[in-house]
């Protein structure tokens, strides 16, 4: 069975999207949705490419397989998280949410050097190559583009506003699946912090939407 709902957040290499799912997560939790998974494009990234492929292009990575992926995942509310989320069609079709990480590139080439060459074991030199010859490339010439078709940029990542937002748009959208299945208008969670986002009925539906061409910019 399909998730009720896939959130895709794409954006640039070290922009913060596993940190923006987790944060997505963890609000969710707060509410007690907790039939949530998070996928991440980096488990299909092609073994074999062609050599004169940028290694951190969209060849690199087997779209059919996450398509599939996407479809099979039996839970409520599935994140994908990757550079790419938004690039490719029939991921962008399975989407009901699409999100992209807006964060300048001083700040994540800086985060890059600090997560390579403390997780990874890459020489400061090997992280300025990497980024120079296939990063920069794969942003300015894939990822940059794909902004237009987001329904929200996060200007700043785990910015709280965002997050709110995002996170209440899914629980709306729970709330009226689950009125719209037993006829129960009740949905609540079982927390002290009941969201504000009760009284905003089916903004998926009405607001998201029609963000195809003017986007949320929330900074």
């Known amino acids: 069975m399909a998730p009720r709902i896939v959130a895709l957040i794409g954006g640039g290499q070290a922009a913060g999207k596993k940190s923006v799912c987790k944060a997505i997560v963890s609000r969710l939790q707060s509410w007690k949705v907790t039939d949530v998974k998070v996928l991440s494009l980096d488990y299909f990234k092609k073994t074999n490419i062609p050599n004169n492929a940028n290694p951190e292009g969209p060849d690199s990575y087997d779209f059919v397989a996450i398509a599939s992926a996407i479809t099979s995942e039996a839970t409520e509310v599935l994140l994908v998280e990757g550079h790419y989320t938004l690039y490719e069609d029939t991921l962008k079709r399975l989407g009901t949410i699409r999100i992209y990480i807006d964060l300048d590139a001083d700040t994540r080439l800086s985060r890059r050097i600090i997560r390579d060459?403390?997780?990874?074991?890459?020489?400061?030199?090997?992280?300025?190559?990497?980024?120079?010859?296939?990063?920069?490339?794969?942003?300015?010439?894939?990822?940059?583009?794909?902004?237009?078709?987001?329904?929200?940029?996060?200007?700043?990542?785990?910015?709280?506003?965002?997050?709110?937002?995002?996170?209440?748009?899914?629980?709306?959208?729970?709330?009226?699946?689950?009125?719209?299945?037993?006829?129960?208008?009740?949905?609540?969670?079982?927390?002290?912090?009941?969201?504000?986002?009760?009284?905003?009925?089916?903004?998926?539906?009405?607001?998201?939407?029609?963000?195809?061409?003017?986007?949320?910019?929330?900074?």
């Not at 927390?191 to 029609?210: C, I, K, Y």
């Open 117 to 219: 060459t403390t997780e990874r074991g890459l020489s400061l030199q090997e992280v300025l190559d990497n980024y120079l010859l296939y990063s920069k490339p794969a942003m300015e010439r894939y990822i940059q583009a794909t902004k237009p078709t987001a329904d929200i940029v996060l200007m700043r990542g785990t910015e709280s506003s965002g997050i709110e937002l995002i996170a209440g748009a899914i629980y709306d959208r729970l709330a009226a699946d689950a009125a719209a299945a037993t006829g129960d208008h009740t949905f609540t969670v079982l927390s002290d912090s009941t969201p504000a986002w009760q009284s905003t009925n089916n903004l998926l539906d009405s607001e998201f939407e029609v963000q195809t061409e003017n986007y949320y910019e929330l900074a």
